[in-house]
């Protein structure tokens, strides 16, 4: 990465820790998957500052931003646009939904039914909008950042497997620690709780780090430590369903923003592995009988590394 983007990163980082307690971890997902033109999931019970999260890094970024509030009765055309008629001229025209736009927040996602969440799909994979038959491209950068509750609460509809491998990283955010609450207290109501957070990254920024990625060198033998990892998943007997290739090109493409991040033109294992949890967590499922026992993806997916032959 260039010298004026690792120092703008420097920048992005230090408002995050001082307007975000305990959010660094979050706050870099959330960068990566800009570069990479990934999407992330926030899960976590109400009031832990998914969305301030979320509204935070989007004033950050020079760029334009969305929200959509997900309710059982949002219609898919609500999100994406419809066709309308104007009588005035006697012709139909497209309307745009609020998923044109450069950062989307889909709050509350798994508040919409089924059907209102595919209308997601297209976009997050493909970049580009159906409407009425028309193809319509998204400009870039396209990102989407989804708050969900936890699934076992009520009147929640759990995201399908097919749209959450859509998802670069899904992080489980929980109830601060101690320290952090009072923190947070302190950056609540202390000096400077007010002040305007200021833009840091352009989207210029944004597009020419995501053409720098190619630049980034990936050896054979990262290559083969990813599919290791990958494989080692599948073959593990408490998994019913493994992550699928999606997530090793989520892998390499997060660790390229890693290496950038440090400096480096080459990866490295440990750029890999840093986020890894948050790429796979959520692109494995449990047979029934081991959710019983009290296992959890987390501990499957640690415990895959410790399998993974060091290079």
């Known amino acids: 990465m260039a010298e004026d983007l690792l120092k703008k990163y420097g920048e992005y980082q230090g408002i995050i820790k001082t307007k975000l307690v305990g959010f660094e971890t979050v706050a870099e997902c959330l960068m990566i998957s800009l570069i990479v033109k990934g999407h992330v999931l926030l899960e976590g019970p109400p009031g832990v500052a998914k969305t301030m999260l979320a509204k935070t890094f989007a004033s950050l970024v020079d ?3 969305k929200r959509i509030q997900f309710t059982p009765d949002l219609l898919p055309t609500d999100i994406v646009g419809t066709v309308i008629y104007d009588p005035t001229a006697k012709k139909f025209s497209t309307r745009p939904g609020p998923i044109f736009t450069n950062i989307l927040l889909a709050d509350e996602i798994n508040r919409a039914s089924p059907k209102t969440q595919a209308a997601l799909l297209e976009a997050m994979e493909e970049r580009q909008v159906t409407i009425e038959g028309k193809t319509y491209p998204l400009e870039e950068p396209f990102m989407v950042i989804a708050t ?4 076992e609460q009520e009147g929640t509809f759990p995201l399908p497997e097919a749209q959450l491998d859509r998802f670069l990283f899904k992080v489980n955010i929980g109830y601060p620690s101690h320290d952090n609450e009072v923190r947070i207290l302190q950056t609540k109501f202390g000096a400077g709780a007010g002040a305007k957070i200021p833009k840091v990254f352009y989207k210029s920024d944004i597009i020419r780090a995501s053409k720098q990625l190619e630049s980034v060198m990936v050896s054979e033998k990262i290559m083969q430590f990813v599919s290791d990892m990958i494989i080692n ?12 290739p999606r997530a090793s090109i989520s892998g390499i493409n997060t660790g390229k923003v890693m290496a950038m991040l440090n400096g480096r033109d080459y990866v490295v294992p440990s750029d890999v592995l840093k986020h890894c949890s948050y790429i796979l967590g959520h692109r494995i499922g449990l047979g029934p009988e081991y959710e019983l026992e009290g296992l959890t993806k987390s501990e499957i997916v640690e415990k895959s590394f410790e399998k993974i032959d060091a290079i």
């Open 233 to 244: 998943l599948r073959e593990n007997p408490s998994i019913v369903w493994g992550p699928s």
């Open 148 to 151: 969900e509750n936890p699934v």
């Open 63 to 65: 760029a334009r931003f």
